[in-house]
């Protein structure tokens, strides 16, 4: 038994063409051979089928489609059939329904989509899809086709042995005008009593990808998917890519994303074959246009085996105190477009590092890093399963429990949560008491007798934050021997691993410490995890988006914020960390520029802490007033931690000085309670720096008329390649707008690396330009925006990796060397740029306009002058720098002395790509630094009196990285202008092509033409994602 099916989307057919005759001419050709031993042929169409839900489109389409089944009945198949499904350029929106638009409205605030969605309501919102409904009663497959609703429907197709069922959803039923990602919900009760998978193969049809649905939808639609659903096939987004994903059955499915024709993609077909195990194995193949042949991309591991019905499962009823509990976010969080927030709504899996893996298996630090979504399995025999799981303050280990509880109770396990501060005995009857009463109390329906004589291997014992128990700390070690010995598998949370080290007496390096225990850590979220949460906020939104890209700046906008305010370890990277800045940055008022500065944003996270124990304002005032005495006092002593007595001495002269003797102790007890300052080993420290830096900088900024504080802020401007300096500039300038603080950073500016000349990048670079010579094009490889996001935001986090590593060999130091070394001078010259356009953007409203000028300029001058003194360097000698690349290549055994020829014009065009990465860098990094549409007439102003290359690259690159419109005229301009400057030429291009990476032109043509414009290879490449295996796992 053999099945081809062949998998069309974004037809996008609007009238006859040449051009739609031969693509459908060769699809035939090309697949003829193989289709004509199969016993059935099935034609899948996952949407948009006419441009504008054109009449003639529609017309069109008839004839190409039916053509092609023609063509296939015409082999020796027993069978052919096509299924199709709508796409939302099926949708008329010519004339605007203001009801349709106020229903969906209505649907998209639902809240579980569990609720029944009335016939009538799908009326209204399938009403523009009329002619698309029309078109299909063509087809003899599609007799039947979406009649009991319009959202879902199943067709099953009978063979000789066996039965392909068809699930065919309607994703386009909301559908708008602009699309807006993150917004489709379907009835999951539509979905649940048609999606119910019986023998044979089975394949689901839709439009959209499945991040097009509102997260909740997406994961019911999911797991109905996967969990009755061999293969996947969608549209939409114009880009060709598949990947496997296995659920938590074991059960494979692949999805396939089809492109358009218009796009010059392949597409995409399968064969099914059956073997003698009744299992299907799976071949792909993708159809190539231009060499007109059908490539074979088979797996060897790929096996689908026949779905059974599925099984529906009962799980184990809660009492609706603990679902509450379980669906609560644990803070106090606002979304401005919706109301109430669930877990769900917005959890994202943290990272884990694994503490004790098998030592055998020398297992480095990187593959050590595992998601936790994927790190628990627990066994229902034999010794079970044990996890410690570590994590600060604040790092997610109550959410993470919760996640797991569920997940639990979803796989037929009993979980029972114990809070720690709840243990209280070592007696072993007296902690099966306290397990039975906890279960009890949160199950419904079960008698204590019954929860005694349940199976223990299905009891899962999860003990939230342990480190709060009131045992004594030597009897904790005692507590978790007897628990183990009574249950098999147990998952404990602890603050950190002081609090492990403590009740087991041990080094971590011991292994007898953990008996079986496998331990973890949670890590902060890097770029990848902080990313998936920012836009997990952004899909709770109900506000439209004039387009796609236009989500993409405000998310880039948001992002930008976030990732400025974590810096490199100032706040800790936790997701309740990130959701309280979503919150304020989404929820300010746009006019109010006091609430929009990133003082506000890190007053908002220390007042957070501060109130936990919800204290007077003036008992707040008197919290703000110790830390920053004490922060001062630090600094300027130089202390990273004060011990015992210095910390007593401190307070006693602090009390003193203020007259408050009679309120210190409760102060500093509050203040220890807060977690701003910690005590570990006789220690007083900051728990985060930049608590530290805040503090710092709000001392200075109450005593910034004293002279003394002038010199000290003089001096740290003077010297911003020294970290806690710059920081506490940087922080010093979100909290005062003082002169003094714009006036000692223009002077730093002035005079740093003043003896350079700026770069112009005009005749001054001419020599740079002459080994311009058969330099190698950029490649733009065809990846989606949302997967080329992700490899630049991968490379953020291996980045920032390898620096936090340098980071923690490095001693800070407050200490002033008498003499700035030229790397420090560049250094300086960075980091001052970055505190500078802080400024400005942190206050760009009230600052005037010759102010603005000013300090934009001289962040300009700041890169350019550093710029100039590198490309110089090179410049005195660029044949030697050849010479000796190639000397280090010659020593490669991959490259032989015969080729001398190539290897030099390899060195040659190493070197000039290595200039145009320099030069590209330090531009970006003006952009980076003060790049904001709100500076628009300040960068005409600095334009206008500096006409050199450089000003006019920083210019285009501003445009492009930080306007909603892609300014591709001025780039016209430019381009033509840089003719014969092949450095500068380069940097355009390179910048122009980080562009069509990061955001979409949905004009495939257009995208051809900047590419040729700009020297740009555009490769036609597919990207195929690997096969993803883990239990849980998937894009």
């Known amino acids: 038994m053999k099945y081809f099916l062949l998998h069309l989307s974004d037809l996008h057919i609007d009238k006859s063409s040449v051009e739609m005759n031969s693509y459908f001419e060769s699809i035939f050709s090309i697949t003829k051979n193989i289709a004509d031993s199969c016993d059935l042929v099935l034609i899948l169409v ?74 009538q309501i799908i009326d209204i919102c399938t009403a523009p899809q009329k002619d698309f409904f029309e078109f299909i009663k063509e087809f003899d497959s599609m007799q039947g086709a979406f009649q009991e609703n319009r959202i879902v429907w199943k067709k099953v197709i009978n063979t000789t042995e ?48 499945l991040s097009w ?161 994927n790190a628990f399995s627990f066994s229902k025999k034999g010794a079970g399963s044990k996890y410690i799981v570590l994590g600060q303050s604040r790092s997610g280990r109550t959410t993470l429990l919760k996640k797991v509880y569920c997940n639990l109770l979803h796989d037929g396990y009993m979980p029972i949560w114990v809070k720690g501060d709840r243990i209280k005995s070592l007696n072993e009857k007296e902690i099966r008491s306290l397990i039975n009463k906890e279960a009890k109390d949160q199950y419904r329906d079960f008698s204590l007798d019954e929860i005694n004589t349940y199976d223990n291997y299905k009891k899962v014992i999860l003990i939230d934050d342990f480190d709060e128990s009131s045992l004594p700390r030597k009897f904790r070690r005692k507590f978790m021997d007897v628990l183990k010995n009574i249950y098999s598998n147990l998952m404990v949370t602890s603050h950190d691993l002081l609090e492990i080290e403590e009740l087991t007496g041990a080094e971590p390096e011991a292994s007898i410490i953990y008996d079986g225990f496998n331990l973890f850590q949670i890590k902060e979220f890097g770029n990848i995890r902080r990313s998936l949460l920012i836009k997990k906020w952004f899909g709770l939104s109900s506000d439209p988006y004039v387009d796609n890209n236009t989500y993409l700046r405000e998310l880039d906008r948001v992002t930008d914020v976030i990732n400025k305010i974590i810096g490199k370890n100032l706040t800790p990277s936790y997701p309740i960390i990130i959701l309280v800045l979503l919150q304020n940055i989404t929820n300010i008022d746009p006019t109010d520029f006091k609430q929009s500065s990133y003082g506000y944003y890190y007053q908002t996270l220390i007042l957070d802490s501060l109130k936990k124990s919800n204290p007077s304002p003036d008992a707040i005032d008197a919290f703000k007033n110790f830390l920053s005495s004490l922060a001062f006092s630090m600094f300027e002593n130089d202390h990273k931690y004060l011990d015992d007595v210095d910390f007593k001495q401190f307070c006693d002269d602090h009390a003193q000085r203020h007259d408050i003797q009679n309120r210190i102790d409760v102060i500093v007890s509050e203040i220890l309670d807060s977690g701003i300052l910690i005590s570990k080993e006789g220690r007083y420290v900051f728990s985060y720096r930049y608590m530290f830096y805040f503090f710092t900088a709000q001392y200075l900024s109450e005593k910034i008329t004293r002279d003394s504080i002038k010199d000290i802020i003089s001096s740290m401007a003077s010297r911003p390649h020294n970290e806690n300096f710059s920081n506490i500039l940087m922080f010093l300038s979100y909290l005062s707008k003082d002169p003094i603080i714009i006036e000692s950073l223009l002077n730093a500016a002035k005079s740093l690396l003043n003896e350079e000349e700026p770069i112009k990048l005009d005749e001054d670079i001419k020599a740079l330009n002459e080994i311009f010579v058969d330099v190698p094009k950029l490649v733009l490889k065809q990846i989606s925006t949302e997967d080329a996001r992700i490899v630049r935001l991968e490379e953020r986090d291996q980045i920032e990796t390898i620096e936090s590593k340098m ?90 002395t015969e080729d001398r020829e190539v290897v030099e014009a390899f060195a040659v065009a190493f070197l000039a790509r290595v200039c145009t990465i320099v030069t590209y860098t330090f531009i970006s990094r003006i952009s980076q630094f003060v790049g904001s549409e709100n500076l628009d007439m300040t960068y005409r102003r600095i334009l206008k009196e500096n006409r050199t290359t450089a000003y006019k690259l920083v210019d285009a690159v501003l445009k492009i990285n ?44 257009f995208k051809q033409q900047i590419c040729q414009e700009f020297g740009i290879e555009m490769l036609e490449l597919r990207r195929i994602e690997n096969i993803s295996k883990d239990k849980k796992g998937g894009r």
């Not at 089928?49 to 015409?74: C, F, H, K, M, R």
Request: hydrophobic letters at 30%.
């Open 46 to 119: 996952s949407g948009d089928i006419a441009d504008q839900n054109s009449q003639q489109g529609y017309i069109e389409a008839y004839v190409l489609l039916s053509q092609l089944v023609e063509n296939y009945n015409s082999l020796k198949v027993p069978r052919v059939e096509i299924i199709i499904t709508p796409g939302n350029h099926d949708c008329n929106f010519h004339n605007g329904d203001e009801v349709r638009n106020r229903v969906i409205r209505d649907i998209t605030h639902t809240e579980d989509g569990t609720s029944e969605v009335s016939p």
């Open 162 to 209: 066996d039965v392909v069922n068809v699930y065919v959803i309607n994703s386009a039923w909301m559908s708008s005008n602009p699309e807006n990602q993150g917004k489709i919900i379907l009835p999951e009760k539509l979905i649940s009593e048609t999606m119910q998978p019986g023998n044979g193969i089975s394949v689901t049809l839709m439009h959209h990808p």
């Open 213 to 373: 649905f509102k997260p909740w939808s997406s994961k019911r639609l999911t797991d109905y998917i996967e969990s009755c659903s061999n293969i996947v096939c969608t549209g939409h987004e114009h880009f060709v890519r598949t990947y496997v994903k296995s659920n938590e059955s074991s059960l494979l499915t692949y999805y396939s994303d089809g492109s358009s024709v218009h796009n010059g993609n392949s597409c995409y077909s399968y064969l099914l074959e059956k073997n003698e195990e009744g299992n299907y194995s799976i071949s792909r193949y993708t159809l190539d246009f231009n060499s007109k042949v059908l490539n074979s991309e088979k797996h060897d591991d790929s096996k689908i085996s026949v779905i059974e019905p599925r099984q529906q499962k009962s799980y184990l009823p809660l009492v609706s105190q603990m679902k509450t509990f379980l669906k609560d976010i644990g803070a106090n969080l606002h979304h401005p477009h919706n109301s109430k927030l669930d877990l769900d709504d917005i959890y994202i899996y943290p990272d884990l590092h694994h503490l004790n893996p098998d030592p055998l298996k020398k297992i480095s630090y990187e593959s050590a890093i595992i998601n936790s979504e």
């Open 807 to 896: 980071q923690k060999n490095e001693e800070d130091c407050l200490e002033v060397e008498e003499e700035l070394t030229l790397i420090d001078k560049i250094s300086s010259s960075i980091k001052l740029a970055e505190i500078i356009g802080q400024v400005v953007k942190n206050a760009y409203a009230s600052l005037e306009g010759d102010q603005k000028l000013e300090l934009v300029e001289q962040t300009y001058l700041l890169l350019l002058r550093p710029l100039g003194l590198l490309l110089r360097s090179i410049m005195r000698e660029p044949e030697n720098i050849a010479a000796e690349i190639v000397k280090i290549m010659r020593t490669q055994p991959v490259y032989n």
């Open 962 to 1005: 930080h306007y909603i419109d892609f300014p591709i005229a001025e780039l016209r301009r430019l381009n033509k202008e840089l003719e014969h400057n092949p450095l500068a030429k380069s940097v355009l291009s390179q910048t122009v092509r980080n562009y069509l990476y990061m955001f979409e032109i949905e004009n495939y043509r």
